[in-house]
């Protein structure tokens, strides 16, 4: 993993939301279009009508389908989609003021611009938005919340409870100032989840059951911190009436109502502060979690093997597992058809009664409740297993998609057609880094590789090309000498290639795919010496780590992988919180040095472990000697 040092790991997340969000999609050479399908009482799928759609249809602007979009929330009857410029775009219904035109009124059925700040001009510099069932967030590059729509519960944080058809400002915690330092937002249906760079969590609106976490019942129109959470959170998500924090030891706290399973605790009661997600089975505690999103009683996770799992309302199959029984613990996600675990996955979202996945292939599969068309299969029946949401007029999968999104309170759901997202960053000895971008399921030149100034401001793209043949997943780059070298993988990381771009301006090399050592995935590239290594891993917990190296980059187009060293277990403690290894060879009698989890500086052992000539793994203090910043998760989050 290329790393860039910070000063804290939590400000990796930062960087990630502002640069993945603006900066990848800014530049991206194929603009993302979204299509819709499901409900449209109120024009929410943007298509110009008010006709449900069991198949997808386009998205329209003013001038045709709606393009440059990055990323897209449902609303109860409205959507808000972010555009690459850092401009807000609304449509559905309006009788709340939730599309932010300055007023109320009839439904609009195609996208229309969000007004500025008390409506002047138009809202821009936005990094993500949300929507909750009849109001709309949206999180600006400087940190701060706007939000406008209906208000009666305090939604809106602005300290009132009336409706605003134009963005108001979300206040500082218990009323006081402006809310600041935000890096993620979410919405249930009348209440505001929001993330700090500290890993802290606050939240407004509505408190029924004890929604907010502060403690109380009360609603609040104005941010409360959210109690109890026990360390930083990395992630949230909120449900109906209750909510979620990804925690940075990968496991899952909720709280809030929880009659139904939703808090995946193994009871069936509500709590006001937050509890732990039990593991398949109920036994131990949910780890190894990558990403949440909460329907409108249902919770879904992705884990970090690429399957999800679902807990909650499974009245209309919402969780996929072939069932409609509910579930107080998390049961796995089904593939297709039923039987097995649904693999490869890399998105994922929730509506009020179903949930969809985004598949690494760039497709989309859904399944639960049917009767407004929502699932895309062009089928009207509510599905216990996941089915393949099809292409625009059928007759095959809908294809080269990025993101997928629905809401707590929709019944309808957006696909958004392939956008580069950032995966990793190198920084060269001139001060440039360069970004490595992706567009999963993109026909061609899905790979984009930019630099970017110190600034910050002066960027350009220095290549857009295919990955090797076989292997169509970006996972690392490094910068060595005067080339980048960027490693691919297959879908079950057992296949690898190199492709080398020299920095001089040279042509590009891209080798054909190899096997790795059997039983092992690829994880990360390394360069610390004069050789690239390539660490591997043996997947699930307990698996050893290996490295190998890379002595011959393209000799004769195919990779030459040197003899393999396997790190003994036992690793460290918590296994699957683990997401890498960065090699550190002969350095103090050091090896290799794994990290985790977001963690802020100065707060005692950090996200490091080490594996030294003892055989043994331990814990590396923030700081220590020889090891310093860099190794702390500056870096961009992997796809």
Same mark, same amino acid.
């Given at each position: 993993?290329?790393?860039?040092?910070?000063?804290?790991?939590?400000?990796?997340?930062?960087?990630?939301?502002?640069?993945?969000?603006?900066?990848?999609?800014?530049?991206?050479?194929?603009?993302?279009?979204?299509?819709?399908?499901?409900?449209?009482?109120?024009?929410?799928? $943007?298509?110009?009508?008010? =006709?449900?759609?069991?198949?997808?249809?386009?998205?329209? $602007?003013?001038?045709?389908?709606?393009?440059?979009?990055?990323?897209?929330?449902?609303?109860?009857?409205?959507?808000?989609?972010?555009?690459?410029?850092?401009?807000?775009?609304?449509?559905?219904?309006?009788?709340?003021?939730?599309?932010?035109?300055?007023? %109320?009124?009839?439904?609009?059925?195609?996208?229309?611009?969000?007004?500025?700040?008390?409506?002047?001009?138009?809202?821009?510099?936005?990094?993500?938005?949300?929507?909750?069932?009849?109001?709309?967030?949206?999180?600006?590059?400087?940190?701060?919340?706007?939000?406008?729509?209906? #208000?009666?519960?305090?939604?809106?944080?602005?300290?009132?409870?009336?409706?605003?058809?134009?963005?108001?400002?979300?206040?500082?915690?218990?009323?006081?100032?402006?809310?600041?330092?935000?890096?993620?937002?979410?919405?249930?249906?009348?209440?505001?989840?929001?993330?700090?760079?500290?890993? =802290?969590?606050?939240?407004?609106?509505?408190?029924?059951?004890?929604?907010?976490?502060?403690?109380?019942?009360?609603?609040?129109?104005?941010?409360?911190?959210?109690?109890?959470?026990?360390?930083?959170? =990395?992630?949230?998500?909120?449900?109906?009436?209750?909510?979620?924090?990804?925690?940075?030891?990968? %496991?899952?706290? %909720?709280?809030?109502? #929880?009659?139904?399973?939703?808090?995946?605790?193994?009871?069936?009661?509500?709590?006001?502060?937050?509890?732990?997600?039990?593991?398949?089975?109920?036994?131990?505690?949910?780890?190894?979690?990558?990403?949440?999103?909460? #329907?409108?009683?249902?919770?879904?996770?992705?884990?970090?093997?690429?399957?999800?799992?679902?807990?909650?309302?499974?009245?209309?199959?919402?969780?996929?597992?072939?069932?409609?029984?509910?579930?107080?613990?998390?049961?796995?996600?089904?593939?297709?058809?039923?039987?097995?675990?649904?693999?490869?996955?890399?998105?994922?979202?929730?509506?009020?009664?179903?949930?969809?996945?985004?598949?690494?292939?760039?497709?989309?599969?859904?399944?639960?409740?049917?009767?407004?068309?929502?699932?895309?299969?062009?089928?009207?029946?509510?599905?216990?297993?996941?089915?393949?949401?099809?292409?625009?007029?059928?007759?095959?999968?809908?294809?080269?998609?990025?993101?997928?999104?629905?809401?707590?309170?929709?019944?309808?759901?957006?696909?958004?057609?392939?956008?580069?997202?950032?995966?990793?960053?190198?920084?060269?000895?001139?001060?440039?880094?360069?970004?490595?971008?992706?567009?999963?399921?993109?026909?061609?030149?899905?790979?984009?590789?930019?630099?970017?100034?110190?600034?910050?401001?002066?960027?350009?793209?220095?290549?857009?090309?295919? /990955?090797?043949?076989?292997?169509?997943?970006?996972?690392?780059?490094?910068?060595?000498?005067?080339?980048?070298?960027?490693?691919?993988?297959?879908?079950?990381?057992?296949?690898?290639?190199?492709?080398?771009?020299?920095?001089?301006?040279?042509?590009?090399?891209?080798?054909?795919? %190899?096997?790795?050592?059997?039983?092992?995935?690829?994880?990360?590239?390394?360069?610390?010496?004069?050789?690239?290594?390539?660490?591997?891993?043996?997947?699930?917990?307990?698996?050893?780590?290996?490295?190998?190296?890379?002595?011959?980059?393209?000799?004769?187009?195919?990779?030459?992988?040197?003899?393999?060293?396997?790190?003994?277990?036992?690793?460290?403690?918590?296994?699957?919180?683990?997401?890498?290894?960065?090699?550190?060879?002969?350095?103090?009698?050091?090896?290799?040095?794994?990290?985790?989890?977001?963690?802020?500086?100065?707060?005692? /052992?950090?996200?490091?472990?080490?594996?030294?000539?003892?055989?043994?793994?331990?814990?590396?203090?923030?700081?220590?000697?020889?090891?310093?910043?860099?190794?702390?998760?500056?870096?961009?989050?992997?796809?």
């Amino acid at each position: 993993m290329a790393v860039t040092q910070a000063n804290s790991c939590i400000r990796g997340l930062v960087l990630s939301l502002v640069l993945s969000a603006a900066l990848g999609a800014s530049a991206s050479a194929a603009p993302g279009n979204l299509f819709s399908f499901g409900s449209n009482d109120w024009g929410q799928l $943007g298509d110009g009508s008010q =006709t449900n759609r069991s198949l997808p249809v386009a998205v329209l $602007g003013s001038g045709g389908p709606l393009s440059s979009i990055v990323q897209v929330a449902c609303g109860g009857y409205h959507a808000v989609a972010l555009a690459a410029d850092g401009s807000v775009w609304t449509w559905g219904q309006n009788g709340y003021g939730q599309l932010g035109l300055g007023g %109320t009124g009839a439904p609009a059925t195609q996208a229309t611009q969000v007004h500025g700040v008390g409506g002047g001009g138009f809202l821009t510099d936005v990094v993500q938005v949300a929507a909750g069932w009849a109001f709309s967030v949206a999180l600006r590059r400087d940190g701060t919340v706007v939000t406008w729509g209906i #208000g009666s519960q305090g939604q809106l944080g602005d300290g009132g409870t009336a409706n605003q058809s134009a963005p108001v400002v979300v206040n500082g915690i218990g009323g006081t100032g402006t809310l600041g330092d935000v890096v993620a937002i979410a919405c249930g249906e009348f209440h505001v989840i929001a993330l700090r760079a500290d890993g =802290t969590v606050v939240s407004w609106g509505q408190d029924s059951y004890g929604v907010l976490g502060d403690g109380g019942s009360a609603n609040r129109s104005f941010p409360v911190s959210v109690l109890g959470l026990g360390g930083p959170a =990395t992630a949230v998500a909120a449900s109906s009436v209750h909510s979620m924090a990804l925690m940075n030891d990968h %496991t899952v706290k %909720t709280w809030g109502y #929880g009659l139904h399973g939703e808090l995946g605790n193994g009871s069936a009661s509500n709590s006001m502060s937050p509890v732990q997600v039990l593991a398949v089975g109920g036994s131990g505690m949910l780890s190894n979690v990558t990403a949440i999103f909460g #329907g409108l009683t249902h919770c879904l996770a992705l884990l970090g093997d690429g399957t999800m799992v679902a807990w909650g309302t499974n009245s209309a199959g919402q969780l996929g597992d072939n069932s409609s029984t509910d579930r107080s613990t998390p049961v796995p996600v089904q593939a297709v058809g039923g039987g097995g675990h649904l693999a490869s996955v890399v998105g994922i979202a929730a509506g009020s009664s179903h949930s969809l996945a985004l598949l690494r292939d760039g497709t989309a599969v859904a399944w639960g409740a049917a009767s407004s068309g929502q699932l895309g299969d062009g089928q009207g029946s509510n599905r216990l297993v996941p089915v393949v949401v099809q292409q625009v007029g059928g007759g095959g999968a809908l294809s080269s998609l990025s993101h997928v999104s629905s809401g707590p309170s929709s019944n309808s759901s957006i696909a958004l057609a392939a956008t580069y997202r950032a995966v990793d960053h190198a920084v060269g000895n001139d001060g440039l880094s360069r970004i490595l971008y992706w567009a999963p399921g993109a026909g061609s030149n899905s790979i984009r590789i930019d630099t970017l100034a110190a600034s910050g401001q002066t960027k350009s793209t220095v290549a857009t090309f295919d /990955p090797p043949a076989g292997t169509p997943r970006p996972i690392d780059m490094v910068l060595a000498d005067t080339d980048l070298i960027l490693l691919f993988a297959d879908s079950a990381g057992s296949l690898v290639s190199v492709a080398v771009l020299p920095e001089s301006g040279g042509s590009l090399v891209r080798t054909l795919p %190899t096997p790795i050592p059997s039983g092992f995935e690829a994880m990360n590239l390394d360069h610390m010496g004069p050789l690239p290594i390539l660490w591997m891993r043996v997947p699930g917990a307990g698996g050893n780590v290996s490295a190998c190296t890379i002595p011959g980059i393209a000799k004769g187009f195919t990779l030459e992988l040197g003899p393999v060293e396997t790190l003994d277990n036992p690793l460290p403690n918590p296994v699957l919180g683990w997401r890498g290894a960065v090699g550190r060879m002969g350095s103090g009698g050091v090896k290799a040095v794994l990290y985790n989890t977001y963690q802020a500086s100065g707060s005692g /052992p950090c996200c490091l472990a080490s594996y030294t000539s003892a055989t043994t793994w331990s814990a590396i203090p923030f700081g220590a000697p020889g090891v310093g910043t860099d190794f702390c998760l500056g870096t961009f989050n992997h796809a």
